[in-house]
Structures are given as structure tokens and as C-alpha cells.
């Protein structure tokens, strides 16, 4: 295997691991405000067909990444009316808004399937994306790529050393008591499932605007779910989730480079190797039960009442 | 499931809408339309599989005009659920109903039998009844042609095929690119990366640029998206399209694509229904009948190319030319078919090994 080849591979794992790394940023801010909304899938729909559409229609990539975002928030509004307004079980809403979303998504799209655009070209920085090994991996890329490692240390600052980051952490691991002290326990999760809904909707318009710069039904094939379980697999820590989307995407596409290596590995189970993954970290997580129930917010999954 | 039942009310919706026209202008019918059923198992916005059935529908509808009506149902999973949804289009008075997956054979068998005067029509099974035939595409026929094309295309000497499950139809299909360029140009490798999917746009993506990063200049594919023929595009590398016409997806990529065209099958077995000449038969359709075709090829293939091209396709359609005319080896280099013989279709239905030269195991 020479230089050029292992480049390429990490070039692509990058590129792969994005958008499952956005939508899991955007997850991780939601689950530590104590919010579950296992509707990922249908806000990255959705602001996949969004965008192409708006991409296709006004020839502007950038408004096209615009409506996505703002897609994936309206989205995460419903969802938030429901489950945060209506204090209904987060778990039943979030897979409602899956589905919504993915038939919501066929239906807007139906006109614009086969339809071609130009998709986002990548930017080489010049010298830097010289750099032999990991030149092309962080240097090569298109700018959303860019974005969401800005967006990535943003999160982990937000989180580590920020005054907000430390609001949304107390009325994820304990609403009541947050609530007592005067913080603002619904104004929080609503501003993280936003945040949630901006993220899935940029990693949507990522999809059909720059990675396979089309609109087909359902053409997010399941990274919805892989984010969720992502977010599990870091066991909620910002830096681990960055290693894991990338890991997951190194995972996804070495089993193609391998066959197309002529390496006799059953292609099978390469391909499981990010499931396999998540379960094996579920069951050492939770294999010490305090430890396990530190690691998770607390009040995850638990609608807040103020009366209460 | 969500989406079938709201499909089902718009349907329900514009019936209504529609019976009252027709009452308010007190138009009726000289004669019953025939009505005929197709059951597909993806959306029609797949721009592959099920679209390429549905264009053949709109064909029935635009050549008979007034005198059928269609209805077609999409999204159905195969099993339980599609026998209710063909039930359901035989209990309202269809009379041809086609069902467009493998995975419907079973459900199609079972309301044949109980529906002994609806027509049924299961593309790419093997049961049959007296009111029941089966229809399948040569897919092999085109693959042929689109191997040899790439043969002459490659400057790397490296062919792409992204394929998706190890099923006789697929391995068919990498055995007659296999055999093009065994006999144009032996010194091409095929690559051959399995997708274990019939539809994942970024997984497509993905195996087309490993492949690329690994030298190969010509891509083939056996899944449905067009995420690879816009891949080669972004790269300058040539890739054939499947299924349906996939030039607008990579105008300078684009070498040639393979397409399904169910148009003249479903006219003709219509008119047959219609006539009432129609019998169950195992239908087997290829380029002769203008199930299989390649609409146009790339300028930038050489005219000689094209030439040899147009010649291997005018001798399958009159039977000159088989891809799969012996001698053939397998991979163990064990003589499969004898100089002088051609494989029989049911030897071809149930393909499980690769022909010489194919790198790599089949997976299993």
C-alpha cells in the first residue's frame, strides 16, 4: 500500500465521516439538554431534498445549505411542540418524525428526482494540502468539511468552558433543580433541539449538495441512525464523537477499498464493523452500572414539568 | 406504510373528484376500460428499477388512451403485505396485474389461485399457472456490448463493477463483461467491489472513487443510483449507466447505458389481453425484443468502436451473436461449455459461478 493510496483512504474517510459527524454534534447538544429526538433521519431527509431543491431552483449552492439548515429546524420545532410543548414521549415522537419526515421528503421531491446539479467543489489550501499523509485528509476538502471542524471545536468549547455549555449540562442531568436555581429549563432544550434540527439539516444538504450532488428518495440509507448510535458510542464526550464519525467512516469505506484490493475479507463483515462497534461499547458501558448512568445525562428521555 | 395509506387517500381523493365530473357532465363510458395493476417494490423516484416499470406504464396508457386505466401501487414490501396489496387490486376489478419484484412470487401464486380469471404477469420469478407467466430482461445482452465498449475505453487496463448481492442475475451480468473482455482485450482486469445494496447513492459514491484511487478509468454498475456516473464525472473517467439513461448525470462520463424497457412488453401483453389471446408462458426478453436497449453512445468513442458496438448488437438481436457461447471456462479454468454450444437460459436462470479470468471469490 503506498502513500498515495493511504491519502486517498483518509481523504475519503473524512469526507465519509462528515455528515455523520454533524448530525451527532447536533444529537450530543440535544441528549445533554436531556432531549431524545430519534428523528434524525427525517430531519436529514429533509433537508436534503430541501436544499437540492432550492439549490436546483435558484442555482445557488449557498442558499441551498441555507434552506437545509432552516429545514431541519422547522422540523426539529415540530418536534419540539410535541415532546418538549405537549410533554409527549420523546422516544414515540422522534420515530414519528422519522417517518414524517422521510415520506414528507419523497413527496416534496418527486419532481426533482434524475435532476442534475453542480455540486460543491472541494478547495485544496494552498502548501498545506502538500503535506504529505494528511494533506489531502484535512486540507483537500470541500468547505462544508471545514465547517464542521469549526463546528466541532466550537461544541467542545462551548461545553468545556463556556457559561451556556454548563446551563444546557445542568438542565440535562437535573431539570428540577435547574429550574430552581432560576435557569431557564425549556427556553435550553428548545435552543439544543434547534440546534439538533440545524445540524441534520446541514449534514442533509451536505448529501444532496455536495457528496452525491442528486435528490433520490431515502438517499440518506440509514446515517441517521448511525449518528444516534454514535453519539452512544462516545459515551457523550465531544472529542470522542469527532473520533467515531471518523472511525465509522474509515469503517464504511475500507471494506470497498480492500475488495477493490483483491483481499479476501468476507465484505460482510467489514461492513458491521460499526455496529459491532457500538454494541461492543454499550455492553462495556454498561457493564458498570454507575458508571454508565454517569456518563448519560440523567434526565434523558424525561419530559419536564415546571410544576412538578 | 404511512405513505401507501396517504397515497391511497389522494388516490381515493381524486376517484372521488373524478366520478363526479363524470356525473356532472353526464359523460359515460361507451365501452369498460381495461384495468390493469402494477405492484412496484421501490418508489417510483428511484430513477432506476421502478422507474423504468412506471415509464412502461405511462406507455400502456398513452398507447391505448381511454380504453385502459392504471393503477399502480409503490413501496411494497415483499411479503405479507404485498399479497393484500394484489388482493386488494384484484378484488377491484383489475384484469392484468403485474407484479415487479422477485419477492412478490409467492403472494402472486397465492391470489393467482384464488382470482383464476385476473391475469397475473411476475416479472423475474419461475412459478407459473395457467393464469399466471413470468417476463425477465437479458440485462446480459447489453452488459455484453457495454464490456467491450469498455475493453476499447480503458487506458489503465482497469474496469470498475460495483455490484450489489451475489444472486444469479448479478453474477450473469459480471461473467458477460468478463467474457467481453476476455475475448477484446484480455490484458483488462475487472474490479469488483460489492455494495451488499441495490440503492445507497454515497456507498455507490464511495466504491467508485476507491475504485479510481486504485487506477481504474471505466466504471460498470449493478446497483440503481447515479452517484457513480457523477463520481467519474468530477474525476474524467468514464462509467456506463444502468437501467435507466443516466447521461444527464455525467454528460462527458457517460459511455453508454444499459436500459430496461418495459414499454413493448406491457403493450404487447395489453393487446394480448384484450384479443384474448393471452396464455401463461415464461417470457424471456432481450434486445430482439426491444426489452433491452442502448440508446446512444459517447462522441468520444472512437467510430470504429461504435461501429463494432452497433455490429455485436445487431447479431444478438438475430441470434449471430451469444455472449455466452462456449468454449467457456470457470474460474478453475474447467471447460463449462463446449466450442459450438451455447448456454441455455435455464443453466443461465440459476448462475452460481464465475467465468476465467473474473479476480476475487464469489461471496457467499
Redesign the interface.
Known amino acids: 500500500m503506498d502513500i498515495d493510496l493511504l491519502s486517498n483512504i483518509l481523504y475519503a474517510m473524512v469526507r465519509t465521516g462528515t455528515p455523520l459527524l454533524l448530525v451527532a454534534l447536533g444529537e450530543l447538544v440535544c441528549e445533554k439538554s436531556g432531549v431524545l429526538n430519534l428523528g434524525q433521519e427525517g430531519m436529514l431527509l429533509m433537508g436534503a431534498v430541501v436544499g437540492f431543491v432550492a439549490a436546483l431552483l435558484s442555482g445557488s449552492l449557498m442558499l441551498g445549505f441555507l434552506l437545509a439548515i432552516l429545514a431541519g429546524v422547522a422540523m426539529s420545532l415540530l418536534f419540539g411542540l410535541i415532546a418538549l410543548g405537549f410533554s409527549a414521549n420523546q422516544v414515540a415522537t422522534g420515530l414519528a418524525l422519522t417517518i414524517f419526515g422521510t415520506g414528507l421528503s419523497a413527496f416534496i421531491g418527486s419532481e426533482f428526482v434524475g435532476k442534475p446539479i453542480d455540486g460543491l467543489d472541494p478547495i485544496a489550501l494552498p502548501l498545506l494540502s502538500e503535506i504529505p499523509l494528511i494533506g489531502k485528509m484535512l486540507f483537500a476538502q470541500d468547505p462544508v468539511v471545514y465547517l464542521s471542524f469549526a463546528l466541532f471545536i466550537a461544541v467542545y468549547w462551548f461545553f468545556r468552558s463556556s457559561r451556556p455549555g454548563l446551563v444546557v449540562k445542568a438542565v440535562g442531568e437535573n431539570p428540577h433543580a435547574a429550574n430552581a436555581i432560576g435557569l431557564p429549563v425549556m427556553r435550553t432544550r428548545y435552543l439544543a433541539v434547534m440546534f439538533g434540527g440545524a445540524m441534520a439539516g446541514l449534514a442533509g444538504g451536505y448529501l444532496s449538495i455536495a457528496y452525491t450532488p442528486l435528490w433520490v428518495e431515502n438517499m440518506s440509507a440509514g446515517r441517521g441512525w448511525i449518528a444516534l448510535a454514535l453519539v452512544v458510542f462516545a459515551s457523550w464526550k465531544v472529542e470522542r464523537v469527532l473520533l467515531g464519525a471518523w472511525l465509522f467512516g474509515l469503517a464504511s469505506i475500507l471494506h470497498l477499498v480492500f475488495q477493490g484490493l483483491g483481499f479476501s475479507i468476507s465484505s460482510n463483515l467489514l461492513a458491521i464493523l460499526p455496529y459491532a462497534a457500538t454494541i461492543l461499547v454499550l455492553v462495556l458501558l454498561s457493564r458498570n452500572q454507575i458508571r454508565a448512568r454517569l456518563l448519560a445525562p440523567i434526565s434523558l428521555g424525561k419530559p419536564f414539568h415546571a410544576s412538578s | 406504510m404511512?405513505?401507501r395509506q396517504?397515497n391511497k387517500l389522494l388516490t381515493g381523493i381524486a376517484a372521488g373528484i373524478g366520478l363526479g365530473t363524470a356525473l356532472l357532465s353526464g359523460q359515460v363510458a361507451a365501452e369498460e376500460p381495461l384495468k390493469i395493476g402494477f405492484v412496484y417494490v421501490g418508489?417510483?423516484?428511484?430513477?432506476g428499477w421502478s422507474?423504468q416499470h412506471d415509464q412502461g406504464r405511462l406507455a400502456v396508457e398513452e398507447h391505448f388512451g381511454d380504453k385502459v386505466k392504471t393503477t399502480y401501487v409503490e413501496n411494497v414490501p415483499e411479503g405479507a403485505d404485498a399479497e393484500r396489496v394484489i388482493r386488494n387490486l384484484a378484488q377491484s376489478g383489475h384484469e392484468l396485474i403485474f407484479t415487479t419484484s422477485f419477492g412478490f412470487m409467492n403472494p402472486t401464486v397465492k391470489v393467482a389461485k384464488q382470482y383464476p380469471k385476473v391475469k397475473f404477469e411476475h416479472a423475474t420469478g419461475y412459478k407459473l399457472s395457467k393464469n399466471l407467466a413470468t417476463y425477465i430482461g437479458k440485462t446480459y445482452e447489453g452488459r455484453y456490448v457495454a464490456g467491450y465498449v469498455a475493453s476499447q475505453m480503458t487506458k489503465s487496463n482497469k474496469i470498475?463493477y460495483i455490484a450489489s448481492f451475489p444472486i444469479p442475475e448479478v453474477i450473469r451480468d459480471i461473467n458477460a463483461v468478463q467474457l467481453a473482455l476476455n475475448k477484446y482485450n484480455p490484458e483488462a482486469e475487472l474490479?469488483?467491489?460489492?455494495?451488499?445494496?441495490w440503492?445507497?447513492?454515497?456507498?455507490?459514491?464511495?466504491?467508485a472513487?476507491?475504485?479510481m484511487?486504485?487506477g481504474?478509468d471505466v466504471i460498470l454498475q449493478h446497483t440503481d443510483?447515479?452517484?457513480a456516473m457523477?463520481?467519474a464525472e468530477?474525476r474524467g473517467k468514464f462509467a456506463v449507466g444502468q437501467a435507466?439513461d443516466m447521461s444527464?448525470?455525467g454528460p462527458n462520463a457517460h459511455l453508454l447505458s444499459v436500459i430496461d424497457d418495459w414499454a413493448p412488453h406491457y403493450i404487447a401483453e395489453t393487446q394480448k389481453v384484450m384479443d384474448g389471446s393471452w396464455e401463461s408462458a415464461p417470457m424471456v426478453e432481450g434486445m430482439a425484443e426491444g426489452a433491452i436497449v442502448i440508446p446512444s453512445f459517447n462522441e468520444a468513442i472512437p467510430a470504429d468502436v461504435v461501429a463494432k458496438a452497433e455490429e455485436l448488437i445487431a447479431g444478438i438481436k438475430d441470434g449471430s451473436v451469444h455472449p455466452f457461447a462456449g468454449p467457456i471456462n470457470n474460474q478453475a479454468g474447467e471447460l463449462k461449455v463446449a466450442e459450438g454450444e451455447v448456454l441455455s437460459w435455464e443453466e443461465l436462470e440459476k448462475m452460481n459461478w464465475y467465468v476465467e479470468g473474473v479476480?476475487?471469490?464469489l461471496?457467499k
Do not use: C, L, T
Not at chain 2, 418508489?43 to 430513477?47: N, V
Not at chain 2, 474490479?191 to 445494496?197: E, F, G, H, L, R
Not at chain 2, 440503492?199 to 466504491?207: I, L, N, Q, T, V
Open positions: 404511512k405513505r396517504f418508489p417510483i423516484g428511484d430513477h422507474y470498475g474490479k469488483i467491489i460489492w455494495v451488499n445494496s440503492f445507497d447513492p454515497g456507498k455507490e459514491a464511495d466504491a472513487n476507491a475504485m484511487d486504485q481504474v443510483s447515479p452517484a457523477q463520481a468530477r435507466s444527464g448525470f479476480n476475487g471469490e461471496p
